[in-house]
């Protein structure tokens, strides 16, 4: 007549994971492939959807240019065993910082661009403990750099847009209960 309580009193309403990772970017308007770092997080808030906010930033070791990028959007996650693969569309705002285009009759300087961009991206999530999640990511940027850096756009610099291939690996944090089980079927 009598039943316990129907689930754990520490269960939430979703999964909540911060981490952040090493970086490889590989913009088309240059040979060079820029390195460096991100940062980001995620909240799960039903078993297969999800938000996630990321900001990375990547520089040449060549020539004295660098990309920054911010971006929030859904995902989209299932889960295999302890793998949990995703895939995610995010809306944000970038920031490049170009060398000196030589063009014929004019020279446009070195500056920066700003401008808002679309990434669209999969990836796999690895539970190595109850707290700590690694991260093998990859993402298509396609830039919509129209504002500040319309003289470099226009004289040929880039003519589509920027579309550079970012790649991330990375750890995450994964706060929360440590109940191997809180909130039904998940591989951590």
């Given at each position: 007549?009598l039943?316990?309580?129907?689930?754990?009193?520490?269960?939430?309403?979703?999964?909540?994971?911060?981490?952040?990772g090493?970086?490889?970017d590989?913009?088309?308007?240059?040979?060079?492939?820029?390195?460096g770092?991100?940062?980001?997080?995620?909240?799960?808030?039903?078993q297969?959807?999800?938000?996630?906010?990321?900001?990375?930033?990547?520089?040449?070791?060549?020539?004295?240019?660098?990309?920054?990028?911010?971006a929030v959007?859904?995902?989209?996650?299932?889960?295999?065993?302890?793998?949990?693969?995703?895939?995610?569309?995010?809306?944000?705002?970038?920031?490049?910082?170009f060398?000196?285009?030589?063009?014929?009759p004019?020279?446009?300087?070195?500056?920066?661009?700003t401008?808002?961009?679309v990434a669209y991206?999969?990836g796999?999530?690895?539970?190595?403990?109850?707290?700590?999640?690694?991260?093998?990511?990859?993402?298509?940027q396609?830039?919509?750099?129209?504002?500040n850096?319309?003289?470099?756009?226009?004289?040929?610099?880039?003519?589509?847009?920027?579309?550079?291939?970012?790649?991330?690996?990375?750890?995450?944090?994964?706060?929360?209960?440590?109940?191997?089980?809180?909130?039904?079927?998940?591989?951590?």
């Open positions: 007549m039943s316990a309580q129907a689930l754990p009193t520490a269960t939430g309403p979703g999964y909540l994971k911060i981490g952040g090493f970086a490889a590989f913009p088309d308007y240059t040979r060079h492939k820029f390195y770092y991100g940062f980001y997080g995620t909240y799960d808030f039903t297969h959807l999800g938000v996630e906010g990321e900001f990375h930033y990547t520089r040449d070791t060549i020539v004295p240019q660098y990309q920054r990028t911010f959007g859904g995902r989209y996650y299932r889960t295999y065993g302890r793998f949990m693969p995703y895939g995610k569309a995010l809306f944000g705002f970038a920031t490049m910082e060398p000196p285009l030589p063009t014929q004019l020279t446009v300087a070195a500056g920066t661009a401008d808002h961009y991206g999969a796999v999530d690895i539970p190595l403990t109850w707290h700590i999640i690694a991260r093998a990511d990859l993402e298509y396609h830039w919509f750099v129209t504002s850096g319309a003289a470099y756009n226009n004289i040929g610099g880039l003519p589509r847009g920027l579309t550079p291939i970012l790649y991330t690996g990375g750890v995450a944090w994964r706060f929360g209960s440590s109940d191997p089980k809180p909130r039904g079927r998940m591989p951590y």
